[in-house]
């Protein structure tokens, strides 16, 4: 039997009605759990993973499918309606789509959400299913130095896609490289700048980082403003859904989202931000609506949201082919093929291919469930927003509040909440981005690994850096996009630059 | 009052032989070994009826030297509180300047181990240990060992193994990955010399011959293993990465028994043996004195290499 013939085996399985019920229980169970913020993919599917023990092995298979997509999904709901960012992977989306969600366009920026995310599900998946053992060959040539390279590439195109003021910008991004200095140095194991305070020693949690940032600084910037200058705000202008011109704008971005996002998330140190990080930096350098961006563009939530799915389905691409969790999720994961009798390694394909292709088709059939339910609750969810301004803001500060605690029962994390809140507040007021200080809290650790990591491999020797073909190219890249907008404005061609965007299609 | 005194008793024996509604602390984050423990305790404690109710909590961080904290402060005399914990906490106990230690809790039984593997990819032109020393001998620094976090289990592994081959071990080149799966991307990605780790890790991939596997650190060859011991190859080293669990400190004698009982109980049970056998984890069981003495055992030679490699002053 070839592939294809297993994967329609394996869809035809997957198409039972008992089956189709257990899918739509594992999504509306993974949905619900991602929701809340805190309590990110990794700790739904620990705790979901018990419930699918008692089924057999394809039911089991395919609520686990559901729960580990509806885990993924989960988180940009939240983003977008309550600027409350569940998991890192959908902070950017808070960006365009809480915007877009307060000016009465709720509706696209979750439509385009989901069926960002269905596509790129949907062709990642395809990718996994064909491509996997050849995908993850060119990841595998990633090493410290390369991924170093990646990590430069992320922080000059990001850097430059964020905010009018480069120095606001800057300043923010590096108040976020200084906090991530905090905690134990994973290369020596000693602990930095954690003035004896235990839970500092793990460094600073991005999501209660980002929660504080974007939910917490901003009720406190609403409710410091008194005034309800814009208690005229619609919950819902125009129609729920996507409009032909919101089509039109969405459909690139997905494709280039899951292209970005599926090949970073198969890399085994790549992590799924990255991909949104470059989704939006490329997204607004391609946009015809360049102004748009940080006023809700739709571009910045459907590029971003196909990103961090398809890179979900590329986390699976190492764990399959080499047996290789690269995230705490996949990890939880491979405990749950284990009880199976699945070994994800090197030789799974060829010994276990009823599993493999069972469980492929699972993660086709999860990604259609969740469009499924998710596209009616749209309705629902952007009722949400009707709620009277008050009352949101205090809910909002509840809900973030009782993620943070469920996530890590500590008071000084709590603390923290609080007090990033009251930094995030400072900062708005100021008009200073909030996004460049988390992201500099994601990339900062990884780059400064890497390139330690790379110095120790070569002993020192800083030429290593550039001895890769891969890492040249992409150091390459970096210098071109820092320098060449910067010769360009020199000579006063600053508009060039926005027509050379505008001809780009 | 004497009718009140009896029942108390009266009320205190009825109340004994009820089952015991644990809480495991899994002090890491989920998906890790210390959280499939947990996890794995918990569903057998249920399914075999040891305690009708199980709950696990996370408290990741800082080798679980964070949970281990937590969990000494705020459960004294609390028989219905474990916490999982290993190794590698012995080590973080001391990298990191922990002021709570294992003393300031009840270990109860080491229920699980892997032994660590050495291996190179396979298209390296090191064929075997001997080969490994010989490149150490000559340049430290040239050899890269790809592991797990720093001041773990991979990390003394290679000191010790650097240290038995009369090797300077605050030379050697150790690159600290997260965990043994990032670290075994950059072994099979051809960018480090070596790699160590648990031989779970990179058994797949030996079998698929991607790998060459040098050494397992048993003290005789493992069953299904083509690989020569660390002892064989020369090198006098012999290490354990398991996994114990403890209760909580200040517990009398009586609890302290209860509890191990329950533990026995579960260890002993087909259901565990089963868990074990799916998740390819060997029972290494050990309780009571002969536990304590191991761990009195680990805990110095720890200390010794983890100085010796220059993390600790």
Redesign the interface.
Same mark, same amino acid.
């Given at each position: 039997m070839g592939a294809f013939d297993f994967l329609l085996q394996g869809l035809a399985t997957a198409a039972e009605p008992m089956m189709l019920l257990y899918a739509l229980i594992g999504v509306t169970l993974g949905t619900a759990v991602g929701v809340l913020p805190g309590i990110g993919p990794a700790l739904t599917v620990a705790l979901l993973l018990p419930v699918t023990y008692r089924l057999d092995a394809a039911g089991s298979l395919i609520m686990f499918a559901g729960i580990y997509y509806g885990g993924m999904y989960g988180g940009s709901t939240t983003s977008i309606l309550l600027n409350t960012p569940g998991e890192s992977a959908s902070i950017i989306t808070a960006l365009e789509g809480n915007k877009m969600a307060r000016k009465g366009r709720g509706g696209p920026a979750l439509a385009t959400a989901a069926i960002g995310s269905f596509i790129a599900g949907l062709i990642a998946t395809l990718l996994l299913a064909f491509l996997a053992p050849w995908i993850v060959k060119v990841a595998l040539v990633f090493g410290p130095r390369e991924y170093f390279a990646l990590m430069v590439l992320a922080f000059v195109t990001v850097s430059a896609a964020f905010g009018d003021s480069a120095l606001r910008g800057l300043t923010s991004l590096f108040l976020g490289l200084a906090l991530a200095c905090v905690g134990i140095d994973q290369l020596t194991g000693q602990a930095r700048l954690e003035f004896g305070v235990p839970v500092l020693l793990d460094g600073i949690e991005v999501t209660t980082m980002a929660v504080a940032m974007f939910a917490v600084g901003e009720a406190l910037f609403i409710a410091g403003q008194r005034i309800h200058i814009d208690d005229e705000l619609t919950a819902v202008k125009g129609s729920i859904w996507m409009s032909a011109s919101d089509w039109a704008r969405s459909w690139k971005p997905w494709l280039r989202g899951t292209f970005i996002g599926f090949p970073i998330g198969a890399m085994p140190a790549g992590g799924a931000e990255i991909g949104t990080f470059l989704s939006y930096a490329t997204e607004k350098k391609l946009s015809k609506h360049p102004e748009e961006f940080g006023h809700g563009a739709i571009e910045g939530v459907a590029g971003p949201e196909a990103a961090n799915n398809a890179s979900a389905a590329g986390t699976l691409v190492p764990l399959l082919t080499l047996g290789l969790p690269t995230s705490a999720t996949a990890a939880i994961m491979l405990a749950g093929f284990q009880q199976f009798g699945l070994q994800p390694g090197p030789l799974l394909f060829a010994t276990n291919p009823t599993l493999v292709w069972g469980l492929i088709a699972s993660l086709l059939i999860a990604n259609f469930m969740l469009l499924v339910l998710n596209l009616p609750l749209i309705g629902l969810w952007v009722k949400l927003l009707t709620v009277p301004k008050p009352w949101l803001y205090a809910g909002i500060l509840l809900f973030a509040t009782l993620g943070t605690i469920g996530a890590n029962p500590s008071t000084f994390e709590l603390g923290m909440l609080l007090g990033f809140g009251v930094l995030g507040y400072g900062m708005r007021l100021f008009g200073y981005p909030i996004a460049p200080i988390v992201v500099g809290l994601i990339l900062g650790p990884m780059a400064e690994q890497h390139l330690r990591r790379a110095l120790s491999i070569s002993q020192g020797d800083w030429g290593y850096l550039v001895q890769s073909p891969i890492a040249a190219v992409l150091l390459g890249i970096a210098a071109l996009a820092l320098i060449v907008p910067l010769i360009l404005r020199a000579r006063g061609k600053g508009e060039m630059l926005s027509q050379l965007a505008g001809d780009e299609d | 009052m004497k009718q009140f005194v009896l029942a108390g008793l009266f009320a205190g024996a009825v109340a004994l032989p009820a089952m015991a509604d644990y809480t495991i602390i899994a002090p890491a $984050?989920?998906?890790?070994g210390w &959280?499939?423990t947990a996890?794995t305790m918990q569903?057998v404690m249920q399914e075999d009826g040891i305690s009708p109710s199980v709950q696990v +909590?996370? *408290?990741? #961080? /800082?080798g679980g030297? %964070?949970g281990l904290? +937590?969990f000494a402060s705020q459960n004294s005399g609390n028989d219905q509180a474990l916490i999982v914990g290993g190794f590698v906490m012995v080590g973080?106990i001391l990298?990191? $300047?922990?002021p709570v230690s294992l003393k300031d809790v009840t270990p109860i039984a080491r229920l699980t181990g892997e032994y660590e593997a050495v291996v190179v990819p396979a298209a390296s032109p090191i064929q075997d240990m001997k080969g490994l020393i010989e490149a150490l001998k000559v340049d430290p #620094?040239?050899v890269?060992w790809a592991g797990g976090? =720093?001041?773990g289990t991979d990390?003394i592994a290679v000191g010790l193994i650097a240290k038995a081959a009369g090797v300077d071990p605050t030379k050697i080149?150790y %690159? /600290?990955y997260?965990g043994g #799966?990032?670290a075994?991307? /950059?072994i099979? #990605?051809n +960018? *480090?010399t070596a790699g160590v780790s648990s031989l779970g890790e990179f &058994? =797949? +991939?030996v079998? =698929?011959g991607?790998l060459r596997l040098l050494a397992v650190s048993a003290p005789e060859r493992i069953a299904g293993v083509e690989a020569p011991t660390l002892k064989e190859s020369g090198l006098d080293v012999e290490l354990q990465n398991w996994r114990m669990v403890a209760a909580a400190p200040g517990l009398n004698d009586e609890q302290k028994a209860k509890v191990a009982a329950d533990i026995e109980k579960m260890v002993k049970s087909e259901n565990w043996q089963k868990q074990l056998a &799916?998740?390819?984890w060997s029972d290494t069981y050990l309780a009571g004195a002969d536990f304590e003495a191991q761990l009195a055992k680990d805990e110095a030679a720890t200390a010794t290499v983890l100085k010796d490699i220059g993390?600790v002053k």
């Open positions: - | $984050n989920p998906g890790g &959280d499939q996890r569903t +909590q996370n *408290v990741p #961080g /800082a030297t %964070i904290a +937590q973080a990298t990191n $300047n922990s #620094g040239a890269s976090s =720093a001041g990390h080149n %690159i /600290a997260s #799966g990032e075994l991307a /950059a099979l #990605g +960018q *480090v &058994d =797949a +991939q079998k =698929a991607t &799916d998740k390819g993390l």
